[in-house]
Every structure is written in C-alpha cells, then in structure tokens.
T-cell receptor, first 110, second 110 residues
Framework: GQNIDQPTEMTATEGAIVQINCTYQ??????LFWYQQHAGEAPTFLSY????GLEEKGRFSSFLSRSKGYSYLLLKELQMKDSASYLC???????????FGGGTRLMVKP | SQTIHQWPATLVQPVGSPLSLECTVE??????LYWYRQAAGRGLQLLFY??????ISSEVPQNLSASRPQDRQFILSSKKLLLSDSGFYLC?????????FGSGTRLTVV
C-alpha cells in the first residue's frame, strides 16, 4: 500500500519563504507529484520529481530524497495568490493511479 | 490540444434522487480516466478508474457507479444519493507528466 503524510495547515508572511514537507511510504517508486489547488477549483500540476535533488521552476522548487521517502515544495517570495492547498501525490507501481496526501493548506498573510 | 470537460459545475440534489456526472476528453485516444471525490477540507479520494471502454475499477465500496460508454467519455452515476455523497467531484485523465483535472462538480445533497 501507499501512505503519504503532509502537514494540514501552514501560515506564512507575504514575501517570505515557506517549505511544505511530504513523507511517503510506497512498495515501489514511480516519482512524486506536487499539485496546487485553490479553494473550489481543480488541482493544477506544479512539479514531478523522479530523481533525487532539487528542481527549480521560478518561485517554486521541489526536492526529493528517495532513500528517506521525503519531498518538499519550496515557495519563495510568497504572494497572496499563493494561498491554496498543496497536494503531494505518488503513483502506484503500474504508474496508472495517483494516491494523494491530505494536502497542506497554506495561508499567506500580509 | 488536449482538454477535459466536466459538467455541471454545481449541483444540488435531494437525498434519494439519481445522479449523473459526465466527463469528456478531447485531443487524445485511449486515455486512462479517473473519478475522484474531495470532501470539504479533505484530500482527494480515488473512486473509479478506467483504462478503456467498458473497463471500470472501483477503489472504494459505495452507492456510486461509473461507466465508460465511449473511449473519451466517463460517467459517474448513482441511483439514490445519500447525504454523505456531498463533495467536490473531479474527473481526471493521466498523461506522462501527471494528471489533468476537469474543473470539478460541487455536489450538495440535501
């Protein structure tokens, strides 16, 4: 089976940096996804990591350590519009299903 | 380009009434299709997935069913809705770099 853990809520200040952690337990590994979901909207794809290390995309970066079963999403220069839920997800062994964590609701304050 | 359409956007239905939510995709053939449900403040729960016409796998026991009458059409149904069926329903299809979600249907059972 698969198990994914991430904090339920986080609060940060506009302009700051925030790190959202995700730990996972899977029988195999086919990569890890991060999605952003604004309230009442569908999730949108942020990143996909399959190799260890940090991948940067503008203000957002995602890190993976396969040996530790750990990933984080790093958001820099926070903006109010970054207030959303951030979902960590891992595929099953066949790669045809995603299991999502419960999501981390990030609140950015002025 | 590849797009996914889901409707209706919102729905209010009485307990015991039937349900039919439709999802169609364009710009691809033989996609893997998924129905997820998200209760308020919770993560995404996989309900059904389909790898082809007439092929449906159910992940959780419930009073919902799914059908795939055409390659690019995925339907979520219920004969009699329960209060616990309220939630945000998302259709998705998988591509190499992740899932693309439809815009979602907010279902409220009253």
């Amino acid at each position: 089976g698969q198990n994914i853990d991430q904090p339920t809520e986080m609060t940060a200040t506009e302009g700051a940096i925030v790190q959202i952690n995700c730990t996972y337990q899977t029988s195999g590994f086919n990569g890890l996804f991060w999605y952003q979901q604004h309230a009442g909207e569908a999730p949108t794809f942020l990143s996909y990591n399959v190799l260890d290390g940090l991948e940067e995309k503008g203000r957002f970066s995602s890190f993976l350590s396969r040996s530790k079963g750990y990933s984080y999403l790093l958001l820099k220069e926070l903006q109010m519009k970054d207030s959303a839920s951030y979902l960590c997800a891992v595929p099953n062994n066949a790669g045809n299903m995603l299991t999502f964590g419960g999501g981390t609701r990030l609140m950015v304050k002025p | 380009s590849q797009t996914i359409h889901q409707w209706p956007a919102t729905l209010v239905q009485p307990v015991g009434s039937p349900l039919s939510l439709e999802c169609t995709v364009e710009g691809t053939s033989n996609p893997n299709l998924y129905w997820y449900r998200q209760a308020a403040g919770r993560g995404l729960q996989l309900l059904f997935y389909s790898v082809g016409i007439g092929q449906i796998s159910s992940e959780v026991p419930q009073n919902l069913s799914a059908s795939r009458p055409q390659d690019r059409q995925f339907i979520l149904s219920s004969k009699k809705l329960l209060l616990s069926d309220s939630g945000f329903y998302l259709c998705a299809w998988s591509v190499l770099d992740g899932y693309t979600f439809g815009s979602g249907t907010r279902l409220t059972v009253v």
